[in-house]
């Protein structure tokens, strides 16, 4: 029996990104979290947080070298709650257009690509770096989802320079405005949610997100 | 083209103390910065900015400690600078819990420490910083030291060049207007807005809500970076309610010249002021 108060969050260390700052957005709300690269310990934690800032195909090598493709994989399909965040999002999907094209994790079908330099004549800053507005997909309803009390239109922190695509469009949950382009800002799939921007950067509202995906945990343990 | 403008609270820290000079030189003491940059997470400020301004001189940045303990309170993005000499040195305040560096001295003696930090953090993790002072022939030249070292870097190749190398933002400094709160100088920032493609933060000679409208305005800017107009509201503040009351000599902020020319102002001011202006910024959202 799994108890929730006990029990620990992995945040997955393959050496991308400030995992200090998910981990103290965790213990805020409430969740007690590990940074782990460790196998066994991901595979005991109640739910996964796959992070990350920098270079996709950098990111790849790492979690390949590091043999964590195949937990993090095998984690997801075991239907316990997880959680991407930027380029953790990115990772899922089938591959990427940085660098050449490179092959992701291929657990959402679909596309990484880059902002384009120039959008109806106007200069698009790349990186993409600011906070913005997240609008909720029509199909979906946050009800007591991970975006449950975050309100249609809330400010999020974003850092970027690529962005998804999914091929299947129901899988959006936000979409999300820079420059003109509309893009997927996060995704739902059963038990994984992926975000393009940073709720442990996002004040307040990110902080929500956190205490949302406590709730998600607890539901998903008492009933599994 | 409708964009978001950050609205970024910059802390100049020497050892223990938040401080505040005039052109980058004559610094005095405003208080504790944890006690500052925790009010300002609350207040609604989009991003912090640490500054060591003393590290340079000491080639070693000395903000560890206070940036893990900012790491555990504040959810917004931090970057660290001042005295970061190496990748080890980025590494370092990176792994203490800061989001992103500034650097300024170490690359212009070594701009290939750009691309290489690029490519081991990624580019979003990297803020150059230059800090322009405006010659008798019209030309801006990067300096470093808070402006004492004159290194004969032209401003806008150097801009150009940070860009190629990799840097995911420049922070542009008017070593000329900073501390004087005389406003931005927008010729300097629009030359370099209009000659990069990644963000820009405009920082240097805020003195009322006014010049940041103006500056974001007339120039591409993706983000102001402030001090005297939040470090004079919040100390304003704190004495007239007297609690918990700052340490610190701010006896010339209300005698001294700064003062009259400074129009202190709250964060939630500053974005309202942004709003009616119609400057697209994130509201404050209380915590």
Redesign the interface.
Known sequence: MINPDEDHVAIVDYGM??L??VK??CE?VGIRAVITADRDIIDASVALILPG???FRDAMGCLERMDLILPVKEFISSGKPFMGICLGLQLLMSESEEFGINKGLNIIGGRVKRFP?YFNN??????H????RISMANNFVAGDSVLHNIRDGE?M?F???YFVIPQEKELVITYTDY??IRYCSAIRKNNLVAFQF?P????????QVFRNFKEVIYKEVKNG | MQRNVRVIARLDIKGPNLVKGIHMEGLRVLGSPQQFARHYYEAGADELIYIDVVASLYNRNSLHEFIAKTAREIFVPLTVGGGLRSIDDIRDVLLAGADKVSLNTAVLKNPKIISEAAQKFGSSTIIVAIEAIKQPGGDYFAYTDNGREFTGVEVLSWARKVEQLGAGEIMITSVDREGTGRGYDIELTKMITDAVSIPVIAHGGAGKVEHIREVALNTEVSAVALSSILHYDYIKNCEEESYNSTEGNHDFIKSGNTFKIIQPANLTAIKTFLSISNINCRPVTLS
């Open positions: 990104g400030n200090f700052s103290q957005a805020h800032v920098g270079a330099n106007d200069k698009v800053r790349v990186p770096i600011g906070w913005d400010f922190y850092v970027h320079s420059c003109g940073h442990e950067k996002s004040g307040p509202s990110g902080l």
